[in-house]
């Protein structure tokens, strides 16, 4: 069993940044090197939306088109512990941001991905 403890979440200025971690507790062995981790993002009444994600062993990217360019994850494998560095935040990424982690293979369309593991989300604000 993953758990998955997400921090770093706050209020920020348009335009400023911030940097959410998760740590990643449990971890089911060598196993977990086959691993992705992501970070997904809801707003109220909307759907959680993919923002992005990192191959725990290839240490490959991937991110949304909203996000891209400004945000960056990353892997910390003797931390156990992702990240993910946002910059020239914008009020429309106000959310509550949640770690994932799945062992299944990524689909292609990363929007229609669903991962095993979720952590309890750790609350961004973006003031204009």
């Known amino acids: 069993q993953v758990q998955l403890v997400e921090s770093g979440g706050g209020l920020v200025q348009a335009g400023g940044s911030l940097r959410l971690s998760c740590d990643v507790a449990?971890?089911?062995?060598?196993?977990?090197?086959?691993?992705?981790m992501g970070w997904f993002r809801q707003t109220p009444g909307k759907e959680r939306d993919f923002v992005a994600c990192?191959?725990?062993?290839?240490?490959?990217?991937d991110y949304a088109d909203s996000v891209k360019g400004r945000f960056t994850i990353s892997r910390d494998r003797a931390e156990n512990t992702v990240y993910l560095q946002m910059n020239s935040l914008k009020p429309e990424d106000t959310a509550v941001y949640y770690c994932?982690?799945?062992?299944?293979?990524?689909?292609?369309?990363?929007?229609?991905?669903?991962?095993?593991?979720w952590g309890q989300g750790t609350q961004v604000t973006v003031s204009s």
């Open positions: 990192i191959r725990w062993g290839a240490g490959s990217e």
């Open positions: 449990g971890k089911p062995g060598s196993t977990f090197f086959t691993y992705t």
């Open positions: 994932t982690a799945d062992f299944k293979p990524v689909p292609s369309d990363l929007n229609s991905w669903w991962p095993n593991y």
